[in-house]
């Protein structure tokens, strides 16, 4: 992305949380925990940051560079209450979609996640529907990327991890125009290694592992205002790669102080997928 195109994209300023410095590894508690038992150990503190309108660049944006990726892809699904349509139609329209764009050689939804904001409600980690997170977050770490391969497909794991592969999350408003809660996500190559917290996420059965985000002013914010029911963001949450193209893309949800009042809360669907490469 040109450093001179970047500083003249139109900007909000709002706020985004990242996490504060703590000792141990912070841990958060994937379901209601015992009375007296702290949900997470992680600490946030809100920062002010620019988030840039990236629409005058999408044409240029590369899951290989900045690591997330505006396009138009119309769905033919048109009731996202419908679990079988999602699962057979939508899954499908993906998979053809992530398979055409990245000359995959097989790519794998493995989940999908439906968020509506309920105003004033607490955050939610369970359930359905979901709400928006609101914490700078990247999904995978370089532990659970390859961990979350094993773990899906058992005896075609250890094959498939000695090639390229990466973790692709497809994130596509319900209703649009999105106004309520958007999405921004964050340009790979202002992240640096230091900056990524690993974290446990536990749940009854078994642990996780994602990124929280410690705040660094170097990092550059974007988002695309009004997105719309036809358009989808690919995000980059992991990548096997090391060779210096995109592997990790931070995101959140933040309150945008451009929303008009009375703007319809949003709704969003985001699939999980492994895309493998060779």
């Known amino acids: 992305m040109d450093t001179a195109a970047f500083v003249h994209l139109p900007r909000v300023e709002a706020g985004l949380r990242y996490l504060e410095p703590t000792p141990g590894k912070p841990r958060s508690l994937e379901f209601e925990p015992p009375p007296g038992v702290p949900r997470t150990t992680a600490v946030y503190r809100q920062h002010t940051v620019e988030i ?12 290989e560079r900045e690591g997330f ?7 033919s699904v048109g009731d996202f209450e419908d679990e079988e349509a999602i699962r057979t139609r939508y899954y499908a329209e993906t998979i ?40 700078v977050h990247n999904d995978y770490t370089v532990k659970s990327g390859p961990q979350r391969v094993r773990d899906l497909l058992g005896g075609e794991a250890d094959a498939l991890l000695q090639n390229r592969f990466s973790v692709i999350n497809v994130w596509r408003p319900i209703r649009g125009p999105v106004q309520d809660a958007p999405l921004a996500v964050s340009d790979a190559r202002s992240i640096d290694d230091q900056d990524l917290v690993a974290t446990d996420l536990v749940y009854p059965d078994r642990t996780g592992e994602i990124y929280y985000v410690k705040y660094n002013p170097a990092h550059k914010w974007f988002y695309a205002p009004a997105m719309r029911a036809d358009e989808i963001m690919l995000i980059k949450c992991y990548d096997s790669a090391e060779d210096g193209r995109a592997r990790f893309v931070p995101h959140s949800a933040f309150v945008d102080p451009t929303t008009p009042p009375g703007a319809a809360p949003r709704e969003s669907i985001e699939l999980r997928t492994l895309v493998f490469f060779g």
């Open 52 to 63: 840039r309108d990236v629409r005058p660049m999408a044409s240029s944006l590369s899951l």
């Open 69 to 75: 990726q505006l396009l138009t892809a119309p769905t």
């Open 96 to 135: 053809s979609l992530l398979e055409e764009l990245t000359g995959a050689s097989r790519v794998v939804v493995f989940d999908h996640t439906i968020r509506r904001r309920i105003p004033g409600a607490a955050d939610r980690t369970t359930g359905i529907p979901r709400q928006p997170v609101p914490r």
